[in-house]
């Protein structure tokens, strides 16, 4: 009896044990938890409410020096109008007087805008659009919502490496040179004059057009892309300079670029390029380029009124793979080609930026990509290649010809002009810093200059006069001057001789005319040339006879 009761009194060695273990492990997770560094959620920032009750409305308007561009928003329930339901009202609240036009032109912007390019309202007067369906609706833009074009933010863009870019006009910054960042803050919001509603960052670079920030954490998180993308008002970005000075935008990022973009791209050759009224020369162009090797386009069209949609559009239907962007951003190239880099990064090994006059000349065989894998082979770092620019003339010719610039044009300039490049997205510098087709490159890429004997570009620069006298409305690259403008009179991109206005000069035809070069002439006869139509692809006389075969082939009893 007095043994059972000791042992009833005395604590077991495996409950003693397990006693201990739970005393020590209690202790470490309180220490842990007291000592480790704490690190707060990242805040959700939600947007503002828009009402239920959602209609087609002006989100904003744009005053260019030419045009309006009037931004259209769209429920998504709502279909698109055409520009045949659609006009351009201008109104006198003075006079009571009003003035209906038809839109020079309507675009797809985003998922759910539209964009519509109205002629400039006279002076004092308001615009506004009036919707042509059952019952009339007249779309008012807020006061608030009607910009100058300079200053203003009018494009941004999140890159993958969480930083921001924003395209701004009015900075007047100078060509080729950095800018201490320090001095610009990017703002992040819906209403920049409520605090409540705006996030900032410090710019990390600064030049031309383009400023780069860092983007607040709290904008890249799922949830906030969520909103982002199913929002009626997503996040806009402008630029404060010096503290005080917030700039108008209507820059609006969207959604961000993947972090982790595929090792392998889909393809190995892509080109940029920004035109205006090229839908006549633009087949030529890409049926071209596409056999020596370029397997993606990116075009930017600056406000074109032509043919262009069509043109692009039955291209495509054949397989071309084009995707058009509108940039109406008046002398605006430098950033668009920086804007097509960013695009074009995700899915092309290389890019090249030539305009709609330039044909790159391959002299080996291979086409482009070898032209590519010979200059850039693994190990070198190679960002850019640079390729040689030739200018032909009218080579005395007075109409357009029939067969195309690279058949009609065959005598130009001795000496070489300028250069064009081909570049790897990768390697270009954090600024984005482009000037006359060409980037900066961040280290420890370099850039290599091909070979006279290997690729040059035929540059159909000086065309006959009836082609050649469109430059003179309006140049597109920043910073050089319109020729109806008396600036930069001995500039390069000027042309010899002649003046500010667009008066054909005597002998224009047989002007620019020292070496009679036929080379990529007698390549394209020979590798083009239908030899039963006696045509080539791009000629409208090739696509009837191929049409009417078709014809034929439908028609023919079985």
Not at 46 to 67: F, Y
Request: glycine letters at 4%.
């Amino acid at each position: 009896m007095k043994d059972r009761r000791k042992r009833n009194g005395v604590v077991s060695w495996s409950t003693f044990f397990c006693c201990t273990l739970l005393v020590v492990l209690s202790c470490i997770l309180i220490t842990t938890l007291a000592f480790s560094p704490f690190t707060p959620p990242t805040p959700q920032w939600d947007p503002p409410r828009t009402p239920s009750h959602a209609a087609i409305a002006i989100r904003e308007t744009v005053m260019l020096p030419d045009q309006a561009l009037v931004f259209l928003s769209y429920p998504p329930s709502f279909p698109f109008h055409t520009q045949r339901d659609l006009l351009c009202l201008h109104f006198n609240a003075d006079s009571l007087r009003t003035l209906s036009q038809p839109p020079i032109q309507v675009h797809l912007a985003r998922l759910r805008d539209q964009i519509v390019r109205c002629a400039l309202p006279p002076r004092g007067n308001t615009l506004s659009l009036v919707i042509k369906s059952k019952r009339v609706v007249q779309l008012q833009p807020q006061a608030s919502s009607v910009y100058k074009w300079t200053p203003l933010v009018y494009e941004a863009f999140f890159d993958r490496d969480n930083t921001t870019i924003v395209f701004v006009k009015g900075l007047n910054l100078r060509p080729e040179r950095l800018i201490e960042p320090s001095k610009f803050k990017c703002l992040f919001g819906w209403d920049f004059t409520n605090p409540k509603f705006v996030l900032k960052s410090n710019a990390i670079s600064a030049a031309q057009e383009i400023i780069r920030c860092k983007t607040p954490k709290s904008i890249l998180t799922d949830q906030a892309q969520a909103q982002a993308q199913a929002h009626a008002q997503s996040i806009k970005v402008t630029i404060q300079v010096d503290e005080r000075e917030i700039l108008p935008s209507i820059g609006r990022p969207g959604l961000r670029q993947l972090r982790n973009p595929p090792r392998r791209k889909a393809h190995e050759l892509c080109i940029c390029t920004m035109l205006r009224n090229q839908a006549r020369f633009i087949k030529e162009w890409i049926m071209y380029h596409t056999r020596i090797g370029v397997q993606r386009w990116f075009i930017y069209d600056n406000d074109s009124n032509d043919d262009i949609e069509n043109v692009i559009s039955s291209l495509k239907s054949i397989g071309y793979n084009i995707s058009q962007h509108l940039w109406p951003w008046v002398k605006t190239q430098e950033a668009g080609f920086a804007h097509c880099a960013l695009r074009a990064r995700a899915s092309c090994e290389w890019v090249g930026f030539i305009d709609v006059d330039e044909y790159f000349n391959v002299k080996i065989k291979g086409g482009l990509q070898s032209v590519i894998w010979h200059h850039a082979r693994h190990g070198r770092n190679v960002g850019e290649i640079r390729t040689r620019c030739y200018s032909f003339g009218p080579s005395g010719l007075r109409q357009v010809p029939r067969e195309g610039v690279m058949v009609g044009y065959t005598c130009r300039l001795r000496a070489s002009e300028r250069h064009k490049s081909i570049v790897r997205p990768e390697a270009l510098n954090q600024s984005l810093i482009n000037v006359v087709h060409h980037f900066h490159l961040r280290e420890p890429f370099v850039s290599v200059d091909v070979e006279k004997g290997v690729m040059v570009i035929n540059h159909y620069k000086y065309q006959v006069w009836k082609v050649f006298k469109k430059k003179f409305q309006r140049r597109v690259a920043t910073y050089v001057a319109d020729w109806r403008e008396k600036q930069n009179a001995e500039s390069k991109d000027r042309v010899p001789g002649l003046g500010t206005k667009a008066v054909e000069p005597v002998g224009w035809a047989n002007r620019f005319c020292q070496v009679r070069d036929m080379g990529l002439r007698n390549m394209v006869m020979r590798e083009f040339l239908d030899r039963r139509t006696s045509f080539l692809p791009w000629q409208p006389e090739f696509e009837h006879q191929f049409r009417r075969k078709r014809r034929r082939k439908v028609r023919k009893p079985i």
